[in-house]
């Protein structure tokens, strides 16, 4: 794997992030609509409630992509509220609907007794994954990567129940 993964704290405006984490906390975690892998290897790693493609969030969120990233949004492939509960490392690479697709997660809560957060793996045989880098799930923080080529999960090591953290997905093509 060739790793190319971008961090930045207080990635949304603090009024913004404080409003998307009262939000995140009042929807609905029912939708498996977003899935991971490719034909028979679909699988969803977590539950989600969909954002509106064309509505303000989307906008205010690509505000800060624009800041933080120097990217803007071409296509949007998919936005989303999220909810994992997984403890069992689920290492998958995420099949792209645009060429050249980024993958961002925006970190909003959770338990902070978890070591929870994002890994990122390096496939060294069939079904061996290497734990290349783990990035901590620190609130307001914004990871984005290239999904199609990048073994990735959701991490929550020392969960003693389910309680779940919560994030925001946005799948996209950049502009060039
Ligand atoms: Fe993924």
């Excluded at 405006?13 to 984490?21: C, R, S, Y």
């Excluded at 909810?83 to 995420?94: I, W």
Aim: net charge neutral; glycine share 4%.
């Amino acid at each position: 794997m060739n790793v190319d993964i971008k961090i930045k704290d207080n990635f949304l405006p603090k009024e913004l992030f404080e409003k998307v984490v009262k939000q995140s906390t009042t929807l609905e975690y029912s939708s498996k609509a977003i899935v991971s892998g490719y034909g028979d290897e679909k699988q969803h790693v977590f539950l989600s409630n969909l954002i509106k493609k064309n509505g303000n969030l989307i906008k205010e969120i690509e505000k800060s992509i624009k800041k933080h990233f120097n990217l803007e949004i071409e296509n949007l492939h998919v936005a989303a509220f999220t909810c994992v509960s997984t403890k069992k490392a689920t290492p998958h690479t995420d099949a792209s609907l645009y060429p050249n697709e980024k993958h961002m997660i925006i970190y909003l809560h959770g338990d902070s007794n978890l070591n929870s957060g994002t890994g990122f793996y390096n496939l060294t045989d069939e079904n061996v994954y290497d734990l290349n880098t783990a990035v901590g799930f620190f609130p307001n923080r914004a990871v984005i990567f290239n999904a199609d080529e990048c073994w990735h999960s959701p991490l929550i090591y020392t969960a003693l129940d389910n309680s779940p953290r919560f994030s925001i997905i946005v799948w996209f093509q950049p502009k060039k």
